[in-house]
């Protein structure tokens, strides 16, 4: 059944061969379980309903695309994406979790939309392809500074800024270690490194002082590390869109820049893990582009519907492929492994920040090797990329990084007679960032 279902023989695979690339798959990108709520949790949305719903958000979602595509990809909360959400959305707009669950729905619908008519693939190809490296490899370094942050190596100095942690820290020298230790399993190509990383830092810590007359990792007791999922009821259908009805001027930016990471996320992934498995064209098409675009827009609504941020295809993937897995029964086994550890919450409760801590560090330095790909050689496509690039982790947003990025290479364009390399899309974008940035400039005059 599952042969004829999968159309397994057309793919040259196997059951049992999908079924452990599934499980690879879900290997690889087991972490979010741990690390998604602890970042979502900084908007004040409780952390054991979020260990929930990002496995139910996940496991229906990878099943969705599966059904749809039959295609070996897995989706879950995106990284990034929830980084923009909690730091950016949240904490820097000031935006309640509940306001910027609305915009993350509003943002599914756009994407289904925009899929259904085709618009969504005309707008990726017209943003300069530097551009949208640099906004991969500078969410991957934002990424990688949270890690740096929440693991105490990175800390706060009035009079630098930024500043190095105090090593002689127990746990900080023990998230160091956990950094070095998943670079090398990584390097060596173990499987599921970012998951054995964490599951050894965190029971290292069990013996590691906390400083505070405890430990690092206070592990539950056998009996209950199984216990039935947390309720999802705390976040979940909690969305509003007081937000974006009562200052529509300052949510349309933010909304714009969650469609457009989002989106770049999303069909970078798509292609690059079909890519790896030979399902692309000679050409570089990709049969049934519309189905996995417009499933991925499902699982940006029902994210929003569950309670957590948008929820994106996974370049953790590609592990999978490389096992094997060729059809949806991979994504199908991966969405049932989500499932199971549903079962676990306890267990992920007790992981400690220092344990997810490296995962985050080596996630942002997987995204930001992709910056090979931009032409230095080009001066002006070099600046704004480098712009963007920067502008993200040292702003602490990725809106205020890209607003800039594109202010900057849409001027450059203008003034070095280029004007006509960029679309009109691109122009318009560059007006609603110049708007949102230097909107202080203009505030007066209407005042």
Same mark, same amino acid.
């Given at each position: ?41 900084? &908007?004040?949305?409780?952390? *054991? ?5 990002? *496995?139910? @958000?996940?496991?229906?979602?990878? =099943?969705?695309?599966?059904?749809? /595509? ?17 730091? /950016? ?9 509940? !306001? ?18 085709? #618009?969504?693939?005309? $707008? ?7 551009l949208k490296i640099a906004i991969t490899c500078g969410v991957g370094l934002f990424i990688a500074f949270i890690g740096l942050k929440n693991a ?7 009079? /630098?800024? %930024? =500043? ?7 746990? %900080? ?8 230790? &998943? ?47 947390? !309720? ?16 529509? +001027? ?57 309670? &957590? ?5 996974? #370049? ?40 997810? =801590? ?11 090797? /992709?910056?090979?790909? $931009? ?16 502008? $993200? ?13 594109? $202010? ?7 003034? &070095? ?8 899309? @691109?122009?318009?974008? +560059? ?17």
């Amino acid at each position: 059944m599952l042969s004829r279902l999968f159309r397994l023989a057309e793919h040259k695979s196997t059951v049992s061969r999908e079924l452990q690339a599934g499980l690879t798959t879900f290997t690889a990108m087991a972490y979010i379980l741990a690390v998604n709520p602890l970042i979502l949790k900084d &908007t004040g949305m409780p952390q *054991a309903a979020l260990i929930t719903v990002t *496995a139910l @958000t996940a496991a229906i979602s990878t =099943a969705l695309m599966a059904l749809m /595509t039959n295609f070996p990809l897995a989706l879950a909360p995106g990284m990034g994406i929830n980084a923009y959400f909690t730091y /950016t959305i949240c904490l820097g707009a000031g935006v309640p979790w509940q !306001s910027a669950l609305g915009l993350v729905f509003v943002n599914g619908c756009l994407f289904l939309l925009l899929s259904l008519t085709g #618009i969504r693939e005309k $707008i990726v190809n017209s943003i300069p392809y530097s551009l949208k490296i640099a906004i991969t490899c500078g969410v991957g370094l934002f990424i990688a500074f949270i890690g740096l942050k929440n693991a105490g190596i990175v800390v706060s100095n009035p009079a /630098t800024f %930024v =500043a190095q942690g105090d090593f002689g820290s127990p746990p %900080v020298a023990l998230a160091f270690f956990g950094i070095v230790l &998943t670079a090398v399993l990584v390097s060596r190509r173990v499987p599921g490194s970012i998951v054995l990383s964490i599951l050894a830092v965190t029971l290292i810590g069990v013996f590691v002082p906390d400083g505070k007359g405890g430990h690092v990792t206070t592990l539950p007791s056998f009996t209950g590390l199984f216990s039935l999922p947390a !309720s999802p009821e705390p976040v979940f259908f909690k969305l509003n869109f007081d937000f974006l009805l009562n200052d529509f +001027a300052k949510a349309l930016p933010i909304l714009i820049t969650l469609l457009i990471v989002d989106m770049f996320d999303n069909i970078g992934t798509l292609i690059g893990v079909t890519k790896r498995a030979g399902l692309l064209q000679p050409d570089g098409t990709l049969p049934k582009a519309g189905r996995a675009l417009v499933a991925d827009s499902f699982a940006a609504i029902i994210s929003s519907l569950f309670g &957590t941020s948008t929820v994106v295809s996974y #370049i953790e993937s590609a592990s999978g492929v490389e096992a094997g897995g060729r059809t949806g029964l991979t994504a199908m086994t991966t969405a049932v492994c989500f499932l199971f550890a549903l079962f676990l919450t306890p267990l992920i409760l007790a992981i400690p920040a220092v344990a997810t =801590a490296p995962a985050l560090v080596v996630v942002g330095v997987f995204m930001f090797q /992709t910056v090979a790909e $931009i032409k230095l050689d080009d001066f002006t496509e070099t600046m704004p990329a480098v712009v963007t690039l920067l502008c $993200i982790p040292l702003t602490f947003s990725i809106a205020e990084g890209l607003g800039l990025g594109v $202010i900057a290479l849409t001027l450059i364009a203008l003034c &070095t007679g280029r004007a006509r390399s960029l679309s009109a899309f @691109t122009y318009g974008l +560059a007006a609603l960032f110049f708007l949102h940035i230097f909107w202080g400039l203009f505030k007066p005059l209407w005042s």
